[in-house]
């Protein structure tokens, strides 16, 4: 149980596209998800906080215009990385807290952003 | 904020040592998660502590929650190559809030 998944595995695009990566709890509700970046070597970044129904909270330093983030349904919550950027480039992954549940995150198997 | 301090950053074993990791903050925490993340992937839930002085296995890993509260340690007994990768301690900062604060990671080696 507590799967979660991401699509894509991996995108390349070119400088100025957006991009749109899905997060699915597969077999639980999730009214809050998260979306974290990760460097290389380097331990998870949060990026925001989504909340189903509601606008996502952003960490500071996040451009919210530049990360859409909408959290649609119980099971899903997508980023839209907006006129991508090389230094856009990273390893995106959610995580989603199950429903009435503890404080446990379930992670994705993460999107690996490419802007060329 | 709240850091977890995590150590070692790294270790290099033989097939079938033991290993142990621990994790400290200078804040009390109410719950401690271990998390195992591969190479390109997401990180793994392995263990949730949520009472002071609890004592979990889950397989070969064993994972206690200090009794200050402010530590946690995991433990992985006889390794095996696939132990290899980067585990990772969390827990959620006071204030209720529902983010996870985590820590730097400790990359585990195994030789067969």
């Known amino acids: 149980g507590a799967v979660v998944s991401q699509h894509p595995s991996w995108v390349i695009c070119k400088s100025g596209t957006s991009v749109k990566i899905e997060c699915r709890s597969l077999?639980?509700?999730?009214?809050?998800m998260f979306w974290y970046r990760q460097f290389p070597k380097q331990s998870l970044m949060l990026m925001a906080t989504?909340?189903?129904?509601?606008?996502?909270?952003?960490e500071q330093g996040v451009e919210k215009d530049k990360f859409l983030i909408n959290h649609a349904s119980l099971t899903l919550s997508t980023l839209t990385v907006t006129s991508a950027h090389p230094e856009d480039s990273s390893f995106y992954i959610c995580?989603?807290?199950?429903?009435?549940?503890?404080?446990?995150?379930?992670f994705g198997p993460g999107t690996r952003l490419t802007v060329t | 904020g709240q850091q977890l301090n995590q150590s070692p950053q790294s270790m290099f074993i033989q097939e079938g040592e033991d290993v142990s990791m621990n994790c400290t903050s200078s804040?009390?925490?109410?719950?401690w998660l271990w998390y195992k993340q591969d190479p390109g992937e997401g990180p793994v839930l392995l263990i949730a502590?949520?009472?002071?002085?609890e004592l979990t296995s889950n397989g070969r890993l064993t994972a206690q929650f200090g009794i200050t509260r402010k530590d946690s340690f995991l433990n992985i007994s006889a390794s095996i190559p696939s132990d290899v990768g980067i585990y990772f301690c969390?827990?959620?900062?006071?204030?209720?809030?529902?983010?996870?604060?985590f820590g730097k990671g400790m990359k585990l080696t195994v030789n067969p």
């Open positions: 804040s009390i925490f109410n719950t």
């Open positions: 995580s989603a807290r199950p429903s009435g549940g503890a404080y446990e995150q379930y």
């Open positions: 077999d639980f509700q999730a009214t809050t």
């Open positions: 502590l949520y009472k002071a002085g």
């Open positions: 969390a827990g959620p900062p006071q204030g209720g809030s529902e983010k996870l604060v």
């Open positions: 989504s909340n189903e129904g509601s606008k996502a909270t952003y």
